[in-house]
């Protein structure tokens, strides 16, 4: 398993897929962090805060992980050579995991050079260090659960076509929803005293809670139970299909 998640790590890297997604990821942030003028660019703000990294980065990641994970199993299917796939002396969820892990590693090295922003946020600060450290860390932690959501999404579609395109519709869909929809549910009047019980089913009230600084067992099982069905949903579309 070792093996085919460093063959699928380097896979991203051969090709241009991990250096695009990376060099996407840290010039859009960039960008709304530093140059653009309005609310957004902490210049102008005034405030010595990663708010807007925290906001703008679920969005992005909602393009890019697709753009990841579109290919991981549709090209195969594609190709006819899944059947190959299965030939190797590992199970399916091994086989899955490791192309999960792969596609979380490459998502936390996006993430890891926003650290610089961290850095120079701290720095800034009036006095130095006048920055929200535990919501800071907090709400990095819950962007990298957020992602890997993300890349559990991204290899359930591409695991039930064989088109990169639907692929990445359906990932991008489905965690769409997953991230805002259940709370755009929940506002609505029919639902009564259910808005909050619907609103904890997607994941941005997770994020939002988690970005606070406070670490809850309950938002990290969230997170992990959400990735684990879509994974134990890949598992059984691929066994049903092998």
Do not use: C
């Not at 241009?16 to 660019?41: E, R």
């Not at 980065?57 to 992980?65: K, M, R, S």
Request: hydrophobic share 55%; no cysteine.
């Amino acid at each position: 398993m070792l093996t085919l998640l460093r063959k699928e790590l380097a896979g991203f890297f051969s090709s241009l897929t991990g250096y695009i997604v990376i060099i996407v990821f840290l010039t859009a942030n960039g960008l709304f962090l530093w140059v653009f003028p309005g609310d957004n660019n902490l210049l102008d703000t005034g405030y010595a805060n990663l708010d807007t990294l925290f906001f703008i980065a679920p969005w992005i990641f909602l393009f890019l992980v697709p753009a990841i994970t579109m290919r991981l199993f549709s090209d195969e299917k594609r190709t006819g050579t899944i059947e190959l796939l299965f030939t190797r002396p590992l199970t399916a969820l091994q086989i899955i995991l490791a192309r999960y892990l792969a596609g979380v590693l490459l998502v936390l090295l996006a993430l890891l050079p926003t650290l610089v922003y961290f850095v120079t946020v701290y720095r800034l600060g009036i006095p130095v260090g006048n920055i929200d450290t535990g919501g800071t860390w907090g709400a990095y932690i819950g962007l990298f659960f957020l992602a890997a959501v993300y890349v559990a999404i991204g290899i359930f579609a591409s695991s039930i076509t064989d088109n990169q395109i639907i692929a990445f519709i359906t990932a991008m869909a489905l965690s769409f929803f997953i991230f805002i929809g259940f709370e755009a549910i929940s506002s609505l009047s029919i639902f009564g005293h259910s808005e909050g019980f619907i609103n904890k089913l997607g994941i941005n009230a997770h994020y939002k809670s988690i970005s606070r600084g406070v670490v809850d067992s309950r938002d990290i099982i969230y997170f992990l139970a959400v990735a684990g069905i879509f994974i134990a949903l890949t598992k059984f579309v691929l066994e049903k299909q092998k």
